[in-house]
């Protein structure tokens, strides 16, 4: 699915992914955010007992659009202000993050 990845686009409070056949997701920043893909980020959120702890923090923060910057292709670079600038954000993990992908553990 996610190599059908056509478009991205930023409201103020969530991002909407649209596919080349029409199917259109939309994930809210904070969500987003708990699924950070940097080397910081993503060891909490492949833990199951920290992962909460991500989310919690992650819904205290001003929610914030952040900044996005195609890499290639096939994945986005989002800067936050409140940090986390360094995670590659490929089109399959938004598409993941999008479909509870990654809620169950692997
Ligand atoms: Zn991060």
Same mark, same amino acid.
């Given at each position: ?10 409201? &103020? ?5 649209? +596919?080349? &056949? ?6 809210? +920043? ?5 699924? @950070?893909? @940097? ?34 292709? +096939? ?8 940090? @986390? ?22």
């Amino acid at each position: 699915m996610a190599d059908r990845l056509k478009e991205l686009e930023r409201a &103020d409070d969530s991002i909407t992914l649209r +596919y080349v &056949d029409g199917d259109e997701l939309t994930i809210p +920043y904070h969500e987003l955010r708990a699924w @950070c893909p @940097c080397a910081k980020c993503r060891p909490r959120w492949k833990d199951p007992h920290r992962r909460l702890g991500l989310a919690e923090e992650v819904k205290r923060l001003r929610i914030e659009m952040p900044k996005a910057e195609a890499v290639g292709r +096939y994945a986005v670079r989002f800067t936050w202000t409140s940090g @986390c600038s360094s995670g590659l954000w490929s089109f399959e993990h938004i598409t993941d993050i999008a479909l509870n992908r990654l809620d169950v553990d692997h």
